[in-house]
């Protein structure tokens, strides 16, 4: 099994810094060219299905790099992004910064510190449901032969890939945020993940 993990397309909301979560924001015309760009660099692999986060920014980005291809496109809520609840739709950059929580940056800078605001998810949940999906996916063997894409988010991302990477909590953005588009190839034998190319961007950046 070869599963190609990616991050969704920018949305204005990213080029604003604003924090997104589970807020339904879809794709710019950026994020739509930079998908597109990505699909040609990827139109060769043999997908042969395909999952998606079931917000629309993952889903539109999933249905453009699949392009024509006849597969499978299944949406799983397991790999939505993280909840920020109250945080959502605040900006959270170094410019400019609105959070109602005022340690809100704890999740980017000291993960191991950080506590969800309210109505929002821990980075433990988070990652117990998006590790579920991956665990049950790279188990199960009548997948053992196919070649699958997987479209989430930046924080859902490390959750999806915490069994291959084998991180402590506060090493949790080691390397950073994935950019946008970033394609992550991880090569399953016998249900044990190795990775064999981490956030490749095929766009100029």
């Known amino acids: ?13 990213n080029a604003e810094g604003k924090i997104q ?15 597109r760009i990505t699909g040609e660099a990827l139109k060769d692999v043999p997908f042969t299905r395909v999952y998606t986060s079931p917000l629309i920014r993952a889903k ?4 453009i790099v699949k392009g024509d291809r006849q597969i499978p496109v299944i949406e799983d809520e397991r790999i939505q992004e993280i909840s920020f609840g109250i ?30 605001p309210e109505g929002g998810e821990s980075i433990e949940e988070m990652t117990e449901r998006t590790s579920a999906f991956f665990n049950e ?6 997948l053992e032969k196919e070649t699958i894409l997987v479209s989430s988010h930046g924080a859902a991302l490390r959750g999806i890939l915490a069994t291959v990477y084998q991180h402590d ?13 970033a394609v992550t190839i991880v090569e ?18």
């Open 60 to 63: 539109e980005t999933a249905m």
């Open 21 to 35: 979560g589970r807020a339904d924001i879809p794709l710019n015309e950026n994020g739509r060219e930079l998908a």
């Open 169 to 181: 909590k506060a090493d949790f953005w080691a390397g950073g945020v994935y950019k946008n588009c």
């Open 87 to 116: 945080c959502e739709g605040c900006h959270c950059s170094q410019k400019l910064f609105d959070a109602p929580d005022p340690n809100f940056r704890d999740f980017f800078l000291r993960p191991e510190s950080y506590i969800p």
């Open 137 to 142: 996916l790279i188990h199960d063997k009548t």
């Open 1 to 13: 099994m070869k599963i190609y993990v990616m991050r969704h397309g920018e949305t204005a909301w």
């Open 188 to 205: 399953v034998e016998n249900g044990i993940p190795k990775m064999l190319e981490e956030a490749k961007v095929y766009y100029t950046i």
